[in-house]
């Protein structure tokens, strides 16, 4: 069976989660305003102004327009094909060096590439997370960081807090894509082998890809969600004049508060929701990874 080389996976693993973010971006800000509604309070004791996903689609509607359902998409797009080149082409090279072959062996090659890939599109990251949050007064939820772009506000940060400003929060973003990546890739290969072997469909069908990828969210989702809230909360957080969280110190620090403040629920805040941007962004990046590949000669390869 012939082997895709890491750099075509890097272009094709980009292109497929560039692809799928442009119809789950507005999920992506769906998620993002739950998870920073109710901030450090007590259920109860603020108002609930996005309520589940309909109505939290029809909310930013109504206070942005259609066109604020794709609030930070370009930032979104830089930090897919970032984090996604990267972290596909690591696990390619993991994959070559046999690494998927020995036990455990896919879970540590996709938590590294993760890891690696979340370093590299933190900055990205970090202003999607601000671009997203951003809205009216009535309707905000979160610290408002009023940027106008995605350069706009890469160039404020670097400005106002240094070159360390751009990966601030990228404690809570590693761990957060080590978890997501390392069950995506890992139950991904085996779901859709699993898929296969039960012969419910032809094998060379993109619905298998689908199948798989579908099994493959839900591991994603159960695993990745409470870091995906704390992720949300660093980056968007407000700082002093030194660059420091005015809320949290750090990972530990901001899963702490959640916990005591909001309670263990608040940690899978939105969780329908998440799901909803989560489960379709796994299936739809994993079955355009998977049908590029087959298109540029490389359908079958180690692993899938």
Not at 47 to 54: S, W
Not at 103 to 126: H, K, Q
Request: hydrophobic content about 45%; overall charge positive; aromatic content about 8%.
């Amino acid at each position: 069976m012939e082997t895709v080389p890491p750099a075509v996976d890097l272009v094709l693993g980009a292109s497929a989660c560039c692809l799928a973010c442009v119809f789950t971006n507005p999920l992506e800000v769906v998620k993002t305003r739950l998870q920073l509604q109710g901030e450090l309070q007590k259920r109860g004791t603020y108002p609930r102004l996005y309520r589940g996903f309909v109505a939290s689609v029809v909310a930013v509607v109504r206070a942005d327009g259609l066109c604020g359902l794709q609030k930070g998409l370009a930032a979104g797009l830089l930090y897919q094909g970032l984090m996604n080149g990267v972290r596909f082409y690591c696990y390619s090279l993991a994959c070559q060096a046999g690494l998927s072959q020995q036990p455990g062996g896919t879970v540590v090659a996709g938590a590294v590439a993760g890891a690696l890939g979340a370093f590299v599109g933190s900055p990205a990251y970090l202003v999607k997370t601000q671009l997203q949050a951003q809205t009216v007064a009535a309707m905000a939820v979160g610290h408002q960081h009023h940027h106008e772009s995605l350069l706009g506000a890469l160039e404020t940060i670097w400005r106002q807090q240094g070159l360390a400003g751009l990966w601030r929060g990228v404690g809570g973003a590693v761990p957060r894509v080590m978890v997501g990546s390392a069950a995506q890739l890992a139950t991904f290969a085996s779901a859709k082998a699993w898929v296969q072997e039960r012969q419910w469909l032809p094998e060379d069908s993109w619905l298998v890809a689908l199948a798989g990828g579908m099994i493959s969210s839900i591991a994603v989702v159960a695993v990745m969600t409470p870091f995906d809230v704390v992720s949300t909360r660093l980056y968007n957080q407000p700082v002093d004049g030194a660059g420091r969280g005015k809320l949290y110190g750090g990972l530990t620090d901001c899963l702490v508060k959640i916990w005591r403040q909001e309670g263990p629920l608040a940690l899978y805040k939105g969780l329908g929701p998440v799901y909803l941007r989560l489960g379709p962004h796994t299936i739809l990046s994993m079955l355009f990874w998977d049908e590029l590949r087959k298109l540029a000669g490389w359908g079958q390869h180690q692993g899938s």
